[in-house]
């Protein structure tokens, strides 16, 4: 395998990872703030295992990836809480709209005809597994998740501007960051012990270990194909659900999932291709 080939491997494995996020943090009753806070605090011991040791810099790349990554953490979390999980995760994947326009201005990466088809099948593939999912209902949750596929996007491109560094302390220190503001409101309450269990395994398996598998990956891949890929987290989500409750996902939402994870391996392949004529 080349080195795409094994990033596009990190971005799936990282989205199926992600897409763990909405149960679990259904499943712990706490302050939305504390659970971003002790998730990233977890997610923080994780990385550092793998960084050993972070250095810290004040280049514009490495602190506005770090404030991007806890503004995407904490206010993911608060949507996810304030709206429908459908909601919060469909809202929060508009990002790859803003990262086209972005990457082509800040990281002088072009966007092709191609590519801006690409999103709109994946925008209205999405749109059709939501259909009657969506609600006017938690107006304030939605915003939240709107703001969170800006900074969603903003960290995508902070990210790839160090894709000759260390991009994984701007995730390391975003964790930090958000522990810390997360840690007054943890004294307000405690979880119950599922909950305990679902913040671990929030900061072990949603956080901690993808976000070790995507900074490796965007390395190799352009901005846009680093948040293209793991929109598969959205579609994986509802499958939980149904494994775990039996939730059966309607018509719609099957056939939105296929629109979804064809344009995803159309892109995907393309790419390899793409790789195998360069090589």
């Known amino acids: 395998m080349n080195e795409k080939s094994k990033a596009i491997l990190l971005l799936i494995t990282a989205a199926l990872l992600w897409s763990l996020g909405g149960l679990l943090v259904k499943l712990v009753t706490w302050n939305p703030m504390a659970i971003a806070g002790m998730r990233s605090a977890i997610a923080s011991v994780i990385l ?7 250095t810290f810099s004040w280049s514009t790349a490495k602190i506005g990836g770090a404030l991007a990554h806890a503004a995407t953490l904490i206010l993911a979390v608060f949507a ?15 990002a790859p709209i803003y990262v086209a326009i972005l990457g ?25 597994f939501f259909v009657g999912k969506l609600s006017t209902t938690g107006i304030l949750g939605n915003i939240i998740a709107a703001a969170s596929g800006v900074s969603y996007a903003f960290m995508v491109i902070f990210l790839r501007m160090q894709k000759d560094g260390s991009p994984m302390e701007s995730v390391f220190w975003g964790n ?3 522990a810390i503001i997360g840690l007054p409101f943890m004294f307000q309450s405690a ?21 070790i ?52 391996t159309v892109r995907c392949l393309m790419s390899a291709k793409t790789v195998g004529d360069t090589a």
């Open 191 to 211: 979880p119950n012990p599922s909950g305990w269990l679902g913040l671990i395994l929030l900061g072990i398996l949603q956080l901690g270990i993808p976000y």
């Open 104 to 128: 082509m201005w800040l990281l002088k990466e072009r966007t092709r005809f191609f590519d801006w088809l690409i999103i709109f099948i994946v925008l209205a593939g999405m749109a059709l």
């Open 80 to 94: 996810t809480k304030m709206t429908t999980a459908a909601n919060a995760i469909m809202l929060q994947y508009t």
């Open 176 to 178: 930090i960051f958000t």
């Open 48 to 54: 550092l295992l793998a960084i050993k040791r972070p």
């Open 213 to 264: 598998l995507y900074p490796i990956a965007i390395k190799h891949v352009t901005a846009l194909e680093a948040i293209l890929i793991p929109v598969l987290e959205p579609i994986l989500n509802p499958v939980w659900v149904f494994l775990m409750i039996g939730e059966t996902p309607s018509t719609w939402a099957l056939t939105g999932g296929i629109i979804v994870l064809s344009a995803i």
